[in-house]
């Protein structure tokens, strides 16, 4: 296609996936209200880490309510909420448009590595989101108690959920490291001997990056982060050493190993260059006999 008809592609695959978005946005803010299942409402989902709490220890503690201290505070934190909420629903859809795009300027053995990085990526991100969701309870409950008793936790809503989200989407994301690293080394560009020779630097980066991105200073949070991080890393790297050993024996049999062949068996070499058998050599040319010398009268005489 031409610049312009790439340019009418995106622009058509781009309202596709702002639509898919628009009505997972929709969807969410209906569903904050809405019971899907006994509590199973997305705002009563979402304060279910606040109201974990034990009841001395936030305000108010009967019923586990936020603080709302702008008159359009709820407003916008039932819309971010339902946003992303509607994001993580519809993301096969919009992510498809993505797909479709890119897809035509791919090889066949490309789309299929494509097709499953973003199935185990959507499937890490999901499992990373169900362990931040259990750690934030543990979290709140460590972040708390350094008062000693003295202060009662009366949350903002805007504040707790930007927690929340953050929390979400930090887990999310830290658990793509294996597909990244997986990526790497099948293109060469980390193979096994390196990761095995980092691993001890790879699990203190994985330790420093937990404490930085976790939002809260509770260790609990930072160390569910950095324990799975260093459990997928490990596993990518086993992927990475079962994957260079495969590929070493490919590369090991694509070679004849000439040295214990015996001295009387006859080589696979590539003879076809080789002259036939029945083809003799054309001669090569004798040198011409120099002319005879004129004989001169004395020579006769004697």
Not at 113 to 134: D, I, K, N, P, Q
Not at 152 to 176: C, P, Q, R, W
Not at 193 to 214: E, Q, S, Y
Not at 260 to 286: C, F, G, H, Y
Request: charged share 20%; proline share 7%; with cysteine.
């Amino acid at each position: 296609m031409s610049l312009r008809d790439h340019l009418y592609d995106l622009r058509h695959r781009l309202t596709l996936a702002m639509a898919f978005l628009a009505v997972g946005a929709i969807f969410g803010y209906i569903w904050w209200g809405w019971d899907i299942w006994p509590n199973g409402s997305l705002g009563d989902i979402m304060i279910a880490p606040y109201c974990g709490l034990p009841p001395e220890m936030r305000l108010p503690q009967h019923p586990c309510t936020l603080l709302q201290t702008t008159p359009f505070e709820g407003f916008l934190v039932r819309l971010k909420v339902g946003l992303g909420a509607g994001a993580v629903l519809t993301s096969p859809l919009w992510l498809y448009q993505i797909w479709a795009f890119v897809a035509p300027g791919l090889y066949d053995k490309e789309r299929k590595f494509a097709r499953t990085f973003v199935l185990f990526a959507s499937v890490l991100f999901v499992l990373g989101a169900f362990l931040a969701y259990y750690v934030v309870p543990q979290g709140l409950d460590v972040l708390v108690s350094f008062g000693g008793g003295q202060f009662t936790t009366a949350l903002k809503a805007d504040d707790y959920f930007s927690f929340i989200l953050v929390m979400l989407l930090i887990f999310g994301v830290s658990f793509e490291l294996p597909l990244v690293i997986i990526m790497l080394n099948q293109t060469g560009v980390l193979p096994y001997d390196k990761l095995k020779r980092w691993r001890r630097g790879f699990f203190f980066g994985l330790f420093v990056f937990a404490a930085i991105a976790t939002p809260g200073t509770d260790p609990f949070s930072m160390l569910a982060l950095a324990v799975a991080m260093v459990m997928l890393f490990e596993i990518s790297v086993q992927f990475a050493r079962i994957h260079d050993r495969r590929k070493a024996r490919r590369e090991l049999g694509s070679e004849e190993d000439y040295s214990k062949l015996d001295d009387d068996e006859v080589s696979s070499l590539n003879l076809d260059n080789r002259p036939a058998e029945d083809e003799q050599p054309s001669p090569s040319p004798t040198p011409a006999s120099p002319p005879d010398k004129p004989s001169s009268g004395y020579d006769d005489v004697t």
